[in-house]
């Protein structure tokens, strides 16, 4: 009894709910293949190659199909120690990166939007040489994966609004 009692009020939730108008941003029309259809143009160097890739991923981009839009980036590295040993050496660092976006359309060269989002992360400074290489790129590498996801929820919510 109780339990179909249960199922029940589930079932009236749940259909309450998609009476509401709710829809998630993915699911917004017109968004996924917008974003799908955006070429990165990164500076070079480490640092560009992984947002570019992040950015590939996040935008499920996929480089076979015309481009609709180019999203032209600078990027803004910043490195600051942070936590101090008694000997006065940082023992941690805080890995800053400022992406400066446009999007262009690919057949006017019109800037549709532009912006910038900003990332932040910490990492411990290693003893080693090769240990410190390690943990800078792997702060990269995480710092990219942020910036590419700011970057993408900033796309997907002027897109959504666009319709």
């Not at 309450?16 to 070079?44: K, M, N, R, W």
């Not at 015309?66 to 101090?84: D, I, N, T």
């Not at 990269?140 to 700011?150: D, G, N, T």
Request: hydrophobic share 40%; glycine share 6%; with cysteine.
């Amino acid at each position: 009894m109780r339990s179909s009692l249960l199922v029940a009020l589930l079932s009236l939730a749940a259909m309450a709910l998609s009476a509401c108008g709710f829809t998630p941003l993915y699911a917004q029309p017109g968004v996924s293949p917008v974003l799908a259809s955006i070429e990165t143009v990164a500076p070079d160097g480490r640092l560009g190659y992984l947002v570019r890739e992040s950015l590939d991923d996040e935008l499920a981009y996929s480089p076979g199909r015309p481009s609709k839009y180019r999203l032209e980036l600078k990027l803004v590295e910043h490195r600051a120690p942070r936590g101090l040993r008694i000997d006065n050496v940082a023992s941690r660092y805080e890995y800053t990166v400022e992406a400066h976006y446009q999007l262009v359309k690919a057949d006017t060269g019109a800037v549709a939007r532009e912006g910038t989002v900003r990332a932040e992360v910490t990492y411990d400074e290693a003893g080693q040489p090769y240990a410190g290489i390690a943990t800078q790129q792997d702060a990269q590498a995480r710092v990219a994966a942020e910036v590419a996801r700011k970057v993408r929820l900033d796309l997907s919510i002027w897109l959504a609004n666009q319709h």
